[in-house]
């Protein structure tokens, strides 16, 4: 009896306990409100922080580097063994070779001056040389790397990551230039015209069709008006020069056939 008479005041006391406690929380949270308003005033009286910088996807990087890894394949061994296919057995070596060479040297110098030529801010032909040998694009001290604008609003690589990826572009492309020239140059020639060729062709083409800041640069929609005419007024152009050529040459070959007077 003692015994159950004990448990039970302790179960009051414990129940009593726990109204108290309940009875006083509420006053708490209550009072919460009124400490916390100062903090908002001053919180409202801060600037607003500003976004975080994006942050490139790794599913992003992947393919991207996939398609580096492609282009690269098409060009070494595949265009060089294309090539060495075409040409007399003979000359079969040295046509791999000069696909080989010049696919190095055009990487190379595309890491020194081309990237920083066709990718940067510039004139209407040429960029500037502020990557000039790939500087700004990676921290190494810090280990941070720059990332680079895509054609989604928010959406980053690194720009590594496309350096490698346009390298890839411009190397094969001097690269098929060595279609025209097998068996009809000096290898030291050959050198000469594609370090002439990507260096006054190619970068300023890649300059004035590929490179743009991308989405995230452009705010204003004047702006983005008069980009947009821009380009409409150049595709208008160069539709013009194209259907000026082909009509000039279809009327040239009726009038060497005796269709024309």
């Not at 302790?10 to 308003?37: E, N, R």
């Not at 060495?84 to 020194?112: D, E, H, P, Y």
């Not at 260096?199 to 705010?219: C, N, Q």
Request: proline residues 5%.
């Amino acid at each position: 009896m003692k015994r159950f008479c004990a448990f039970l005041a302790l179960v009051l006391s414990l129940a009593f306990a726990g109204v108290t406690f309940a009875q006083d929380k509420p006053a708490a949270t209550a009072d919460k409100p009124a400490a916390a308003a100062p903090d908002a005033k001053k919180d409202e009286a801060k600037p607003a922080e500003a976004k975080p910088a994006p942050t490139p996807n790794k599913g992003d990087v992947a393919w991207m580097l996939t398609s580096t890894a492609l282009v690269l394949m098409m060009s070494v061994p595949a265009l060089a063994l294309f090539y060495g296919g075409m040409v007399r057995s003979k000359n079969a070596l040295s046509m791999l070779m000069q696909v080989f060479v010049v696919f190095s040297l055009v990487t190379v110098l595309w890491c020194i001056y081309g990237y920083s030529l066709a990718f940067t801010e510039g004139n209407a032909y040429f960029g500037y040389l502020d990557r000039l040998f790939l500087k700004g694009t990676f921290d190494s001290a810090k280990g941070e790397f720059a990332m680079a604008a895509t054609f989604s609003k928010g959406v980053v690589i690194p720009e590594l990551v496309f350096v490698a990826f346009q390298a890839t572009f411009a190397a094969i492309t001097c690269c098929l230039v060595l279609g025209a020239i097998a068996e009809r140059a000096k290898f030291s020639a050959v050198l000469v015209f594609i370090v002439l060729w990507f260096t006054f062709s190619y970068a300023p083409i890649a300059h004035m069709v590929w490179f743009w800041m991308g989405p995230d640069a452009y705010t204003d929609p004047k702006l983005v008006d008069a980009v947009n005419a821009k380009a409409d007024e150049a595709d208008c152009d160069y539709r013009t020069a194209a259907y000026t050529i082909a009509i000039s040459r279809v009327a040239e070959a009726c009038r060497l056939k005796g269709l024309f007077p």
